[in-house]
């Protein structure tokens, strides 16, 4: 119980992703008495969360620097803990003392005199470092455990010291001798990870090399991890340390080529200097789960290495689920000729991912056919030769089938008789797939008038569907126009999905404005919905301020309230002025922003755009689909916005 309060309790003050919560300043007093009172379950964690509080590199928000002011007033009270009896609040107390302030750097250097345990004497050296960056010449200290020593090393990179070439060997021998099993500051980051994060790529790749080779296998797979890491924060980081990855993608031991497997992939595009390992990675199927990720690496990479044990694999009846949006390879005649191969045969079993088979959840556990339709898709009218094989997975998967369908397009013409049995049926999907292979409305329409009365359970997917058959769907309008009135049970999100059907049905803005007056204000409601309609229309003067409030707190519906805003006659600079601020701070990047910036040319946006190109450090830090190569593709369509603007003005 005393465990759950004391978790109840951080929480309160900081969220998991080191968000400090307003509340937490008036906390600080209480925790401090706790942890400084013996007896008190926990103490431990309590130190940590103090030391957590002060150190801006894991905590951040509004009540972090006034959290930080408390614990640093209240300091004092904890400097007896660096004498208690037990070695690990000792330690801890170090860390949370010295992250509290220069004001304890005498309470440690007197601590450090007198202290024989090897682990707080690394807490201590760690600290003092901090406050007094010349403290770092005691790392190199003859006697002093490997664990000390490692304490030094960071300490002095994380104070911008660097690691001096003469130190790099005998910090080789300590992360050799700890195995790579040792953390700096209690419960933290590996100091290898830490240390390669901070010094210069040029030290970093000499203490890897030098690491390297007499590591053990455990410390070989930390130094994998810690690359990774780096990889994950620095643009310049893989170019200039890929060449340690390519070593580890050759180890002799299975784990290690794994993690090097996992640190390749962290590198993003700078993985195509390890396409050469990464095939023979590929190539080995003693480990399957190794074997398809270094694989799945040389499809994101559209390398032609990838080709060889891709077929080799489908030849053996094993279906790898390779094909990872949206880094898909392009056309290549031979995976096709192999994909074809691959859908007209039997059927394959659960696909080896249980993660992409609990994503897909098809109903045959058919995890690998969904994902070679969606290639197929990518290819579009160059995958035309398949059309008799994905009608064969029609009955099986409709909905990834008839996407494949509709984006081969006029190419995919045997397929209508089967696609317009389906629509007959009320298939919305369907009708829309026969519109981008035939240019036919009629069947869309058609189906849509079967279903809509319904109002299926995904009606939102068929209303817009549906819109794309533009004047064409007039004989909708009387079905849906009942669904915008105001006592209507339709969801305002649904609203805006018939909003768009009747604009695009009949061109008329009295039908629609009164739906989007009331829903562009509204939470929940596909807000960019709202403004890319609202764009198309003549303008609103009186709806500018709620754009504008709407562009201003860069949540959704940005790109559509500026879209509009612009239509409506607003500067592009001023706009840009708003918007390039709020994409620098997004931690995903939306290349929607520069593509509505690029529209405008508003080359004002040049300078900004510029310095975010070129900056070192990583502008996505969050993504499901691989930070670094979404980060890589970010910083690609920067540079061609920056060039279409400079282009623009000349």
């Given at each position: 119980?005393?465990?759950?309060?004391?978790?109840?309790?951080?929480?309160?003050?900081?969220?998991?992703?080191?968000?400090?919560?307003?509340?937490?300043?008036?906390?600080?007093?209480?925790?401090?008495?706790?942890?400084?009172?013996?007896?008190?379950?926990?103490?431990?964690?309590?130190?940590?969360?103090?030391?957590?509080l002060c150190d801006p590199r894991r905590a951040h928000?509004?009540?972090?620097?006034?959290?930080?002011?408390?614990?640093?007033?209240?300091?004092?009270?904890?400097?007896?803990?660096l004498s208690d009896q037990d070695p690990k609040i000792r330690s801890y107390a170090a860390y949370a003392v010295a992250r509290s302030g220069p004001h304890t750097g005498g309470a440690i250097a007197a601590r450090w005199k007198v202290e024989t345990d090897s682990e707080v004497?690394?807490?201590?050296?760690?600290?003092?470092?901090l406050i007094d960056p010349a403290c770092a010449e005691r790392m190199a200290a003859s006697g002093e455990a490997a664990g000390v020593r490692l304490a030094g090393s960071l300490a002095a990179a994380c104070a911008g010291l660097g690691l001096p070439p003469s130190d790099i060997a005998h910090v080789s021998e300590a992360f050799v001798a700890s195995d790579g099993d040792w953390r700096a500051w209690p419960g933290?980051?590996?100091?290898?990870?830490?240390?390669?994060?901070?010094?210069?790529?040029?030290?970093?790749?000499?203490?890897?090399?030098?690491?390297?080779?007499?590591?053990?296998?455990?410390?070989?797979?930390?130094?994998?991890?810690?690359?990774?890491?780096?990889?994950?924060?620095?643009?310049?980081?893989?170019?200039?340390l890929i060449d340690v990855v390519r070593d580890l993608l050759g180890d002799a031991d299975p784990a290690v080529r794994k993690s090097a497997v996992d640190a390749a992939k962290s590198a993003g595009e700078?993985?195509?200097?390890?396409?050469?390992?990464?095939?023979?990675?590929?190539?080995?199927?003693?480990?399957?789960?190794?074997?398809?990720?270094?694989?799945?690496?040389?499809?994101?990479?559209?390398?032609?290495?990838?080709?060889?044990?891709?077929?080799?694999?489908?030849?053996?009846?094993?279906?790898?689920?390779?094909?990872?949006?949206?880094?898909?390879p392009r056309f290549d005649p031979s995976v096709l000729a192999g994909a074809r191969e691959r859908l007209g045969g039997p059927?394959?079993?659960?696909?080896?991912?249980?993660?992409?088979?609990?994503?897909?959840?098809?109903?045959?556990?058919?995890?690998?056919?969904?994902?070679?339709?969606?290639?197929?898709?990518?290819?579009?009218?160059?995958?035309?030769?398949a059309v008799p094989e994905i009608l064969l997975t029609l009955p099986r998967l409709p909905f990834d089938a008839v996407n494949a369908l509709a984006a081969i397009g006029p190419a995919a013409a045997e397929a209508v008789p089967a696609l317009t049995e389906i629509a007959d049926g009320g298939e919305v999907k369907a009708g829309h797939a026969l519109l981008r292979i035939t240019g036919d409305p009629g069947p869309l329409v058609a189906a849509a008038a079967q279903v809509l009365p319904t109002k299926p359970r995904f009606v939102n997917f068929d209303l817009h569907l549906a819109a794309e058959a533009g004047p064409a769907a007039r004989p909708l309008v009387p079905l849906v126009l009942p669904w915008l009135s105001e006592d209507s049970d339709v969801l305002p999100r649904d609203q805006v999905a018939v909003?768009?059907?009747?604009?695009?049905?009949?061109?008329?803005?009295?039908?629609?404005?009164?739906?989007?007056?009331?829903?562009?204000?509204?939470?929940?409601?596909?807000?960019?919905?709202?403004?890319?309609?609202?764009?198309?229309?003549?303008?609103v003067p009186d709806l500018l301020p709620s754009l504008w409030q709407t562009i201003r707190s860069g949540g959704d519906g940005l790109i559509g309230a500026a879209r509009a805003a612009w239509r409506w006659g607003e500067?592009?600079?001023?706009?840009?002025?708003?918007?390039?601020?709020?994409?620098?701070?997004?931690?995903?990047?939306?290349?929607?922003?520069?593509?509505?910036?690029?529209?405008?040319?508003?080359?004002?946006?040049?300078?900004?755009?510029?310095?975010?190109?070129?900056?070192?450090?990583?502008?996505?830090?969050?993504?499901?689909?691989?930070?670094?190569?979404e980060d890589d593709s970010l910083r690609h369509r920067i540079r061609e916005t920056v060039t279409t603007l400079i282009s623009g003005t000349r």
């Open positions: 119980m005393a465990g759950d309060a004391r978790r109840d309790l951080l929480a309160e003050i900081q969220v998991w992703s080191g968000y400090v919560t307003p509340v937490a300043e008036f906390v600080m007093p209480f925790l401090v008495e706790l942890a400084r009172t013996s007896g008190v379950h926990g103490r431990v964690d309590l130190l940590r969360a103090l030391g957590d928000g509004p009540g972090q620097p006034r959290a930080h002011a408390v614990i640093a007033a209240h300091s004092e009270r904890l400097l007896p803990l004497r690394a807490a201590l050296l760690s600290g003092l470092v933290y980051l590996p100091t290898l990870t830490e240390v390669l994060d901070e010094l210069d790529l040029g030290t970093a790749r000499t203490l890897a090399d030098t690491i390297r080779p007499a590591a053990g296998a455990a410390l070989r797979r930390s130094l994998a991890a810690a690359l990774a890491d780096r990889f994950s924060r620095s643009r310049s980081a893989p170019s200039s700078a993985a195509l200097h390890a396409a050469g390992e990464l095939a023979a990675v590929a190539a080995d199927t003693r480990d399957r789960h190794t074997a398809e990720a270094a694989l799945e690496l040389l499809v994101r990479l559209d390398h032609p290495l990838y080709r060889e044990p891709l077929l080799t694999a489908w030849s053996v009846g094993h279906y790898p689920g390779v094909w990872g949006e949206p880094f898909l059927a394959p079993g659960p696909s080896s991912s249980l993660f992409v088979g609990c994503l897909i959840g098809t109903r045959d556990r058919d995890h690998s056919t969904p994902q070679l339709l969606k290639l197929l898709a990518f290819w579009g009218a160059d995958a035309a030769a909003a768009r059907l009747l604009w695009n049905a009949t061109g008329d803005p009295d039908l629609v404005l009164p739906t989007l007056r009331r829903t562009v204000s509204i939470d929940f409601v596909r807000k960019d919905e709202v403004g890319l309609l609202l764009a198309e229309l003549p303008p500067s592009p600079d001023e706009l840009a002025a708003t918007l390039v601020p709020l994409f620098a701070a997004q931690i995903y990047g939306d290349p929607g922003i520069l593509d509505l910036i690029a529209e405008m040319g508003a080359a004002s946006a040049v300078p900004g755009l510029t310095e975010l190109a070129d900056r070192d450090e990583r502008q996505v830090t969050w993504t499901g689909r691989g930070l670094s190569w």
